[in-house]
């Protein structure tokens, strides 16, 4: 069995051939979507979803008018607004339905999975593609000595600050603007 810090070291490597992998095209076109979007929303399930969510935080730190589709406080999604909708198996029934809906009501759909050609991302304007092995992910990902959807959760929230990183740059946003924008009754 291996120590810790083996098991530490291995994860890190993995995550560094997701990386290795990611097409710059589709972030960047992920990136050019987010800042023509008038309000992003974001969905994810499970651990998938929490990376999600605290990508959405960063969105609204960005100064994006940003929500996560579960608050309650979440306004209704329409023409302009951008859907960000992550699943690694890109078969998650009501990720699926939320995106249906979205685009009913005329949002645009960004879809991050591990299984291009999934149900999901089969729905979406623009997918990215994150090579990641994930739970029921049948896409060509680096494979993972990490159990379930281990890899895809971890790439994602990495990628996901990576994103904001880039985006603060491109804003001219600095750490204490988006510092500004922090709950501040904590």
């Known amino acids: 069995m291996p120590s810790i810090a083996e098991s530490y070291a291995r994860a890190v490597a993995e995550l560094g051939q997701v990386g290795e992998r990611l097409d710059e095209a589709e972030i960047e076109a992920l990136m050019a979507a987010i800042i023509r979007a008038k309000r992003v929303f974001c969905i994810g399930a499970g651990r998938e979803g ?7 935080m960063r969105l609204m730190h960005l100064g ?59 729905k979406a304007h623009l997918v990215l593609f994150l090579p990641a092995a994930a739970y029921k992910a049948t896409g060509e990902v680096v494979p993972s000595a990490q159990p379930m959807g281990n890899l895809f959760e971890q790439a994602l929230l990495i990628l996901f600050d990576q994103i904001v990183i880039a985006l603060a740059a491109r804003l001219g946003l600095s750490p204490a603007a988006m510092a500004a924008r922090h709950r501040n009754v904590e």
């Open 50 to 56: 929490l990376s999600t969510r605290a990508f959405a």
């Open 64 to 122: 994006k008018d940003a929500h996560w589709i579960w608050d309650d406080t979440t306004p209704g999604l329409g023409t302009g607004d951008l859907l960000i909708a992550t699943s690694g198996s890109g078969e998650i029934g009501h990720i699926g339905y939320v995106v249906d809906r979205a685009r009913a009501e005329g949002a645009a759909v960004a879809v991050v999975t591990a299984n291009p050609a999934g149900h999901t991302a089969g």
